[in-house]
């Protein structure tokens, strides 16, 4: 398993914003990338810059795992789209595992639940890409 963790913050007017840490592991041939912390408009780019970093050509798909993950604002769900986006270009997936109730209730308030495949648990996303491959 490789994992690699970089932690953000910045400030702003002596004000700093919460960290998010991210954290990558593989399974098989699929990325996992795990969020810590809160993503807002102070820490969401470095997160995007953070995952996208994360990436290699290598692996077939993305699983985005919120399971630490407490906060996120429309900046960070603004990231979610663009990594969708830029991973449909090159034919990869985004798949969303092991949400917190709060995320996942944003999630459908937003209607980012009709947006992305949203998993409980990492070996359910896996067994699904499994029966797809």
């Known amino acids: 398993m490789v994992e ?8 702003d007017a002596g004000k700093v914003s919460p960290a998010c840490l991210v954290t990558r592991s ?13 993503i807002d408009l102070d820490s969401a780019s470095n997160v995007y810059k953070q ?6 050509n290598g692996e077939q798909g993305l699983l985005l795992d919120l399971k630490e993950l407490d906060f996120i604002d ?7 789209l663009r ?6 270009k090159i034919g990869k997936e985004i798949l969303i595992v092991n949400p917190s109730n709060q995320i996942t209730n944003l999630f ?6 009709k947006l992305f495949r ?3 648990d990492t070996d ?10």
């Open 51 to 56: 995952i996208w970093t994360e990436l290699d």
């Open 118 to 120: 949203i998993f409980t």
């Open 74 to 80: 429309s900046s960070g769900l603004q990231i979610l």
């Open 124 to 133: 359910e996303a896996l067994s699904q890409l499994k029966h797809e491959a």
């Open 108 to 113: 459908q308030l937003t209607g980012f639940d």
């Open 26 to 38: 593989l399974k098989g041939k699929h990325i996992i990338i795990s969020l810590r912390g809160e």
């Open 83 to 88: 990594l969708k986006e830029t991973l449909k």
């Open 4 to 11: 690699n963790k970089e932690s953000f913050s910045s400030s």
